[in-house]
């Protein structure tokens, strides 16, 4: 068995949030959206369906909290949640607080804008609201 | 309650494949991607977290079962998957199979290339293969 570890990419543009059951969770340093990545930490997996069935309904619920969390954190009109994995193979799941006047909308957050830097300490401040409502 | 139906915009573009247990599957009119959308068949909602825990698993379930019917009858080498809802606010599913040489290949399917249309006939044919392997 390959060993798990987050994949530099991923690593490289994000903090850490918290470890859930299954996932490990980041929020994305762009100040344009509140934007959390959940990584299962299971190695050498990309899609959903690599997954066994019990990891599947355990991501899911852990979605489902990621997804509260940010609503009840940040403002929010929808969510968009997606796995996709053309870029970093590894599978993860975004988990995106979209505003109707954030930077990208209606569109997709991905590679329409360039990342916004978050003010000294927000990005921090802000992992640190969302990780109180995740555990 | 109000009584479901499937949004306007969805159905336009699209041609129904199947119903699951939660879901219908529609084949979207795009023949760039094989891309089919699942919309849970209840009323009213916009996000996965609006869906009661028990249907969201069985929406998981769902996930899985048109990635590997997808998997099983085109080329794929990612499969993306995805509930955004910014154009749409209905509750539904992407789950495109994706290949390194398509249209939009690295980046995400929405809004990047016109979408195309099938021979006559050819997304008949594809949602028969598919809905055999999803019922």
Redesign the interface.
């Known amino acids: 068995m390959p060993e798990f570890s987050i994949d530099a990419r991923l690593l490289g543009n994000s903090l850490p949030v918290a470890d859930l059951t299954l996932s490990a969770v980041l929020l994305v340093r762009d100040a344009n959206y509140p934007w959390l990545i959940l990584v299962p930490r299971r190695a050498g997996l ?4 690599d997954l066994a ?1 019990a990891d ?2 355990e ?3 852990e ?2 909290t990621a ?2 969390a940010l ?1 009840a954190t940040v403002r929010c009109d ?10 970093v ?1 590894q599978l993860h799941v975004h988990v995106v607080a ?1 505003t109707s006047d954030d930077a990208a ?4 957050v ?2 329409v804008v360039s990342p916004k830097e978050y003010p000294p300490g927000a990005a921090e401040a802000l992992a640190a609201e969302i990780r109180k409502r995740l555990v």
């Open positions: 990309a899609d959903i369906i069935s599947r309904t991501l899911m619920a979605i489902a997804s509260e609503r929808k969510l968009n949640v997606a796995a996709l994995g053309n870029m193979r979209r909308w209606p569109r997709p991905w590679g």
